[in-house]
């Protein structure tokens, strides 16, 4: 099979591809293309995956530092805790001076082993079930970092529940004015495993070069505005085959309540092929430069919320 096409028609479901392929004639605005010619199919494809899963698994990530923070200031060292939003927990603490330890808030040089079940740190939070080890790097002025080796950790979201195996950094900031409170959470990572289920599929990632930062910004306590930027490497393992690209942000994509891409630049590298990918309110717009060679050789858009859909 064709590595360079195989990876983009791997990512739909099958009844998504199906569909797709009787739309475009079976790919019939391919014909002539190159044989390392990324498809129509496979283009929608990465560009779904590249738009989503990143920045939901950079949310992931800071729900184990929140849900842990919010244990630390309820909960007590070696005795299981009730999640303020449902579901138990339990840590233990090494490092630091008794007093830090003790005075609820996570402070530099300690480390906490914490296993969760169903645990929410809030009502309406995203649970998270499993283990994990967070090593505080600094804490104070409304910034906390921490380097957190995930052990199979699983955090339920609302479209999807991811699971992280690995280690990474997290920085998380906060800072509000008047009403408005904008959570900035910058997540990079060597290389982390992930497993994203929704609905019937699970596929399966390996996420690289990971350096990812998500914006959140809430009014009165409702989401105003999302966006993400970075760099990152994606392998995927899908039901019908396996690719890898490179993806980076030309600036932040915006994303709406229902994790939509609704404004934004980014490009997509592989060996071959590099797609640049342009989205506004309600169209997404994929150029393929076959070969890499700096020419657009085609044009597609799509709905921006069906490929969402299509993610993971």
Do not use: K
Not at 146 to 160: A, E, H, K, M, N
């Amino acid at each position: 099979m064709n590595p360079s096409l195989s990876p983009r028609l791997a990512a739909l479901p099958a009844a998504a591809l199906l569909t797709l392929l009787a739309a475009c004639g079976g790919g019939g605005d391919d014909a002539g293309a190159p044989i390392n010619a990324v498809s129509e199919s496979t283009a929608s494809t990465m560009s779904a995956n590249s738009a989503v899963v990143p920045t939901e698994s950079t949310e992931a990530a800071a729900t184990v530092l929140v849900t842990t923070q919010a244990l630390v200031a309820g909960g007590t060292a070696s005795q299981t805790y009730d999640c303020a939003g449902g579901g138990t927990a339990m840590f233990t603490v090494d490092g630091g001076s008794v007093s830090s330890v003790v005075n609820g808030e996570l402070d530099a040089g300690e480390v906490y082993s914490v296993n969760f079940s169903a645990c929410r740190g809030s009502a309406g939070a995203a649970t998270v079930d499993g283990a994990a080890t967070l090593t505080v790097i600094s804490a104070g002025s409304g910034t906390t970092v921490v380097d957190t080796d995930t052990q199979g950790i699983t955090v339920t979201l609302p479209l999807r529940t991811l699971t992280l195996d690995g280690a990474s950094t997290l920085s998380r900031s906060v800072e509000t004015s008047g009403n408005e409170t904008t959570v900035t959470s910058r997540w990079t990572s060597d290389g982390i495993d992930l497993t994203s289920v929704r609905s019937a599929r699970t596929s399966t990632y390996r996420l690289s070069a990971v350096d990812l930062t998500r914006t959140v910004t809430t009014t009165s306590g409702v989401v105003s505005a999302t966006s993400s930027s970075g760099t990152h490497t994606m392998s995927a393992d899908l039901p019908n085959g396996e690719w890898t690209i490179t993806t980076a942000t030309q600036g932040a994509v915006s994303y709406d309540a229902n994790g939509v891409p609704t404004l934004g630049n980014w490009t997509i590298t592989l060996p071959n092929n590099r797609l640049l990918i342009g989205v506004v309110p309600g169209t997404l717009t994929v150029q393929a430069d076959w070969g890499n060679d700096g020419d657009i050789d085609r044009t597609w858009t799509f709905s921006p919320t069906t490929l969402a859909a299509e993610a993971g």
